[in-house]
Structure formats: structure tokens, C-alpha cells
Nanobody, 114 residues
Framework: VQLQASGGGLVQPGGSLRLSCAAS????????LGWYRQAPGKQREWVTT???????AYADSVKGRFTISRDSAENTWYLQMNSLKPEDTAVYYC?????????WGKGTQVTVSS
């Protein structure tokens, strides 16, 4: 399994971005997909998770602004980020757990700045 995160970029405060996390392979079962982020000089932090049944959870810092979703046919997960703030600036990573095995994708840079 390989994960590819994409969609990062430079956006002004208040703007939006949609990140994608595409998983190669097939037959994913019992999957949990999480988004994490790491700002310069800080530890990596959890942002959101979607379980295989569709249940979602969000960090308080992004609740109401970020939305995780999945296109099962394409084995792709999305992170819609609205009302972005400068403190959302970080490298964003996706993490997939399937059948008890963990995979991480390379990060994508999100910069929120005027």
C-alpha cells in the first residue's frame, strides 16, 4: 500500500483548500484514515479521523471548519479545509490503518498567509 497526499498550497486567511489522500492497491477493509499535521518546531498533531463505518472525529481546533470524506470507489480520502487560519500552516500527512497495518503518506505543505 502506498499513500499519496496532495492538494496543499498557499492560501490567504479565510480561504479554502481540499487535500487528497490516494491509496494504491485494492480490497481495503476495516480501514481508518487519519489526517495529521506538523507545524515548524512543533510535534505532529492529530487533525481528524474517519473510521471504516463512516464515523468521524475532529480536533477541537478544526471542528466546524474541516471536513473529512471518502470516495470508496477511488480509494481516496479528502480533507476539505475552510476558513483557514495562519495557525493551520503545517505539513499535512495522511495515515491509513487497514487490517491492523499502518501506512503513512508523504506530507503536503499548507501555508496560510496574506
Amino acid at each position: 500500500v502506498q499513500l499519496q497526499a496532495s492538494g496543499g498550497g498557499l492560501v490567504q486567511p479565510g480561504g479554502s483548500l481540499r487535500l487528497s489522500c490516494a491509496a494504491s492497491g485494492s480490497g481495503f477493509r476495516l480501514t481508518t484514515l487519519g489526517w495529521y499535521r506538523q507545524a515548524p518546531g512543533k510535534q505532529r498533531e492529530w487533525v481528524t479521523t474517519m473510521a471504516s463505518g463512516g464515523n468521524t472525529a475532529y480536533a477541537d481546533s478544526v471542528k466546524g471548519r474541516f471536513t473529512i470524506s471518502r470516495d470508496s470507489a477511488e480509494n481516496t480520502w479528502y480533507l476539505q479545509m475552510n476558513s483557514l487560519k495562519p495557525e493551520d500552516t503545517a505539513v499535512y500527512y495522511c495515515r491509513l490503518i487497514t487490517l491492523g497495518v499502518e501506512y503513512w503518506g508523504k506530507g503536503t505543505q499548507v501555508t496560510v498567509s496574506s
